[in-house]
C-alpha cells in the first residue's frame, strides 16, 4: 500500500525506551532533511503529532512522519541494531539511489 513504512520489533523496543517519561500521545518523528555529502540525511526527536503527518502504530509506540518526509520514506523498513561498533537507527529505504562513504546521507 503506497505511503507506508514498517517497524521491525527492535526498533519498536528501542523507541519504547527512547519515549519513556515523554508526555503522553508523543512518539518518535523522522524528518528527512537536506545536508550531507549526497543530499538528504534523517533526523529524528520525541514529538507530538501534527494535523498533517502520517502516524505509524506498533505495539502502543509510534513514529511520526510529515508529508514531505514521507515521500522520501515510503516503503522504508525501519529498524535498530545494536552491535559492538555501531547502535542505531537503520533505514532499509527502498528509495534511495545512493549514500555518502560514511552511510549517513543518501540521495533519491
Known amino acids: 500500500m503506497p505511503g507506508e513504512i514498517t517497524i521491525t520489533d527492535r526498533a519498536t ?4 525506551k527512547l519515549l519513556t517519561g515523554a508526555n503522553e500521545g508523543h512518539g518518535l518523528r523522522v524528518n528527512v ?18 494535523a498533517e503527518d ?7 509506540v509510534r513514529v511520526l512522519l510529515g508529508a514531505k518526509s514521507m515521500l522520501h520514506l515510503d516503503g522504508t523498513e525501519m529498524d535498530y541494531k545494536d552491535e559492538l561498533m555501531r547502535s542505531g537507527f537503520v533505514f532499509n529505504n527502498p528509495n534511495v539511489k545512493g549514500t555518502c562513504g560514511c552511510g549517513t546521507s543518501f540521495s533519491t
Do not use: P, Q, T
Open 13 to 16: 523496543e528501542k523507541i519504547r
Open 33 to 50: 532533511v537536506e545536508g550531507g555529502c549526497s543530499g538528504y540525511g534523517y533526523k529524528m526527536e520525541i514529538d507530538s503529532a501534527a
Open 54 to 60: 502520517k502516524v505509524f502504530e506498533k505495539n502502543g
